[in-house]
Structures are given as structure tokens and as C-alpha cells.
């Protein structure tokens, strides 16, 4: 089985500063990946990069047999990698069934040809909607929702896209215990339908009970990778959080 | 309402001004029309580009004075009739715009707007320094009293009066059609966050593209019959500052998401600075462009639409 994502010495330096240094990371189909690390660790500039969001210097990315490098990060998308964004950033002038309804435009139709009708975008809003439980809320705008609504909005527009690949960044920040597990159930819900899960978290209950296999980022280094309840007796790992 | 029917009924408000004018013989509606028809393009298609994609463009009497001139220029060199001017203004505009947007859209907010402006400079300089079409001295364009048309003759104004209707009808029309297609979606997305629309697969940049190409050929278009309404054209005239502030001032009043919006801002403003013309002086137009403009921006921020729009919501949630 090849793997659906192959990160190969990916380096992304900002003017001086190294952000990212000789990545390695291989996903395959259908795992359930975490990824921590400290602040400024270079998570988000690594999913940036995977997503064409930001340019990297050297290394390639190739995701489901196809070299992704020199891509837009529309063309990403259209090829199966979805991202949620760390701070929520829905379309604040449309409704939340038009927001769903973007994706569905830009990337099924791209993908599949125009194979929907009118109606048939509605049903698939409304399914999606469904999903993230704001069924009622199809024709509110965004400013109307809470926190935990936003972050259902935001990965139900990346499921929107019909992604192989479903990268949340910190979609559970300054959430409460049941609306992290809400989240959480959301997250292995989807894995379950075959889409393969990088979760990148802080909180380490969540990232513990949801990852299959961990991986670690410190300074733009990789410093360790492989089962969660090894990795994080790492003696390394533990030297990077805690400090020594 | 499809747009077959939406375009007669404008069509059919038009035309029923043009047969009161005509028949009544007032020369003087048609001269007002023809600025009022105008400026409902230009705001139509600085709102495609501005208040869809959120681009705010203050080069757009560089896109009109494009047409004028080229009309101006063929005039010279092989003359067309006015429809055909239309359209070969259309092309020269649109692509300018196309070019203006590849090398500026990387650019926003405020970045932008100067970029815009500056093209708006860069273009006047080279036609001041043009003698072909006159350079700074200004063309002049003998416009004949009559022509016939299917065998009707009728005023020279009037005609041009007509043909601005029609392109008042089309820019209505296009950007109708634009806020309710896939596009018009895109085009929205660009406006909230450009970032995020990219995640989604909307492809921004080629958007982009699309927005300044048709904005730009719009308001190439609204500048076309320019030379023949005017007799005189000079790159001060066609260059006016009244251009980009009419064409940013009509939307923003208006309201700038939906098609509404430009038309009632240019109606408004418009006729308004018809109304001043002629009872104070035009030298006040700019003044009340710019009092309305500071109002609304206090008042109501998303324009008259918006303003009317606020006001159903809260009546239908009493």
C-alpha cells in the first residue's frame, strides 16, 4: 500500500529563521495522525505547506501518487486535501448552508463535473449541516454562531470538498470538556467513513484517545514519531514540553 | 424573474423616458439621461470589480477615458459607427484591465486602490503626450444633428441616449447574472477571505482576473460614445476626478452587494448633480458627492440597499 501523503525533506525558513528543517512525515490511507509540539514549533507552517497556503524552499510534497509542489492551494483542494483553520474563518457575508455550498461549487463540481443540480446542493448542505448538528442554523450568517458552532462550521466546509486527507489545526482551542469530546466524536466519525485525520492539538486527552500514531515537531525539527504511549515517554519528547 | 424578462422591463422603463422626451420634444432630458445612463454603468462596473471582490478600483476614469480615446482614435483613423466603437472599446479596456489585474492583484486593500490610481496617471501622461488624438490640446468630434435608424430619424442625443440605455441594460443585466451564478459566489468569497476561499478550491487569482477584465470593459464601454456627447474632448475632461469619485461615491451610497445598489446610487447622485447643474453650478457636484459619500458612511455603512434591507429584517421580526 503506498502512502497518501509523503512529506520528503521539507524545509521553510522565514528570512532568517529556520521554521521548518528537513521534515519527513509519511501518512497513509486512512490512519489517524496526531501532531503536537510547542508553540512556534512549525505545525501550521507545515500544514500551510502541504496545503500551498505558503511556499517551501526545498523538499517535496506528494499526496495520493501526484508531486503537489508548485500547486495552488486551490488546486490542493481540488486534488483532496482539506484544512480546518486554527482560528475559525468562515465567509462572514454568506449563510452557513452558502458557505457549505463554496466547496461544493469549487471543488466537487471541478472534480466530478457539474453533476448537481440546484437541489441537489441544497440536500448536500442540509446532509452536512446534519453532521455538524446545525441543521437549524442553515440560513443564519456566521457572526451569529458560538465558538464550538464556528469550529463545526469550519470542518464541515472542509468536509464539504469531499477530502481524502482532513488536516484540523486546533480545532479544539479554548473549547470545554463536552465540546472537545463533541468535536472528537465529529473527528473519528469521519475517519470511520475513510478519511484519513491529521489532528493537530494542544490538548493531550484529545490528541491521546484520537491519534493512532504521534508525531512530534520541535523547532522545525521532527524529533519523534510513532505510538502515542511511546512517544510520549520519549525522553526527548519530555525534555521539549516540560523543559529540563 | 429571468433575465429575458428583467431586461425588457428596464428596457421598457428606458424607452418610456425616451418617448416622453421625444415626443415632448425636450432635448434637455436626453443630455441628463445620457450622464444619469453613464454613471449607472460605470457604478455597475466598479461594483463588479469593488463591491463583489471587495477591490476597490479609483482608476476608473482611466478605464473611461480609455474608451473615449479610443473612440477618438478611430475616429480619426477609420471611422465606425458608434455600436462598433462600443465594442472595440470594450476589448481595449477589458484587456487593459486584464493586465492592470495580473500586475496589481497581488496587492490589497489600500495598496491596491494606489496601484489603480497610479494607472490612472500613468495612462493620462501618455495621452496628454499623444498628438494623434489631440495630446493636451483636446479632439474635437463634429457630432451630426440627425440619423436615421430603420428608416426613423431621429436627434443625434437621442440616439446616443439609446445606446447608453442599452449598455445600462447589459451592465444591469451582467452583473444581475453574476450575483446569483457560481461566480458571483466566488466573487463573495474573494470579499470575506481570500485564504479561506483558496482552502475551499475557489480559484482567487482567476476570479480576480475575470472581475477587473469585465469591470474594465464595462467602463470602457460607458466611455465609448463620450467624444460624440461631449464635441470636445480633452484628457482633463475624459481623465476627470469625477469619474473615479462618481463611480466609487454611487455603489457605496447605493449599497455594493447586490446589482440594486449602484442603480439607485446613480440614479440618485446623478440626478442630483443635474438638479445642482443647473440651479446652483456644477462646480458643487463634487461638494455633494462628497457630503452624501461622509452621510452615508456615518449613517449607513452598506449603503441605501443595506439601510432598507435592516429595516424589512426588524419590521418582520416584530
Known sequence: MTALLHVNNLSKRFGGFVALDGIELVVEPGERLGLIGPNGSGKSTLVNCICGTERNESGSVHFDGQLLDGLAAHQRTHRGVARSFQLPRPFPSLTLADNLRIPLLYTVHAR???LRSAGDLDTRCGELLK?????NKARHMPRDLTQVEMRKLE???????????????????GLSHSEI???????????????????IEHIMSAVMSFSQRLAVLVSGKKIADGKPADVVRDPEVVRAYLGQ | MNTAKFSLITFAIGAAVFAYG????IGYLFFAGYVILQFIVLATAWNILGGYCGYVNFGSA???????????????????????????SAVVSGVVGLGMGYLTLRLRGAFFAIATLALAVVLQTLIVNWDYVG?????????????????FTIGFIEYLFLLMLVLAVLALGTARVIERSQLGFGFATIRDDELAAEASGVPTLRLKLIATTISGAFMGMAGAPFPYYIGYLQPSSAFGLEYAVNSIAMPMIGGTTSWIGPLVGAILLGSLQQIATVTISSAVNLLIVGLLLIAFVIIAPNGLVGLVEGWWRAWRRR
Open chain 1, 112 to 114: 466530478l463535473g457539474p
Open chain 1, 131 to 135: 453532521m455538524v448538528g446545525l441543521e
Open chain 1, 155 to 173: 470542518l464541515a466546509r472542509a468536509m464539504a470538498a469531499e477530502p481524502k486527507l482532513l488536516i484540523a489545526d486546533e480545532s479544539m482551542a
Open chain 1, 181 to 199: 469530546d463533541d468535536i472528537l466524536a465529529l473527528l473519528v466519525q469521519l475517519n470511520e467513513r475513510g478519511i484519513t485525520v491529521i489532528l
Open chain 2, 22 to 25: 421625444h415626443w415632448l420634444e
Open chain 2, 62 to 88: 482611466a478605464f473611461f477615458a480609455l474608451g473615449a480615446y479610443s473612440s477618438v482614435f478611430l475616429h480619426k483613423f477609420y471611422p465606425l459607427p458608434i455600436p462598433a466603437l462600443i465594442v472595440i
Open chain 2, 135 to 151: 495630446g493636451s490640446r483636446g479632439a474635437y468630434i463634429i457630432r451630426p444633428e440627425t440619423i436615421e435608424i430603420a428608416g
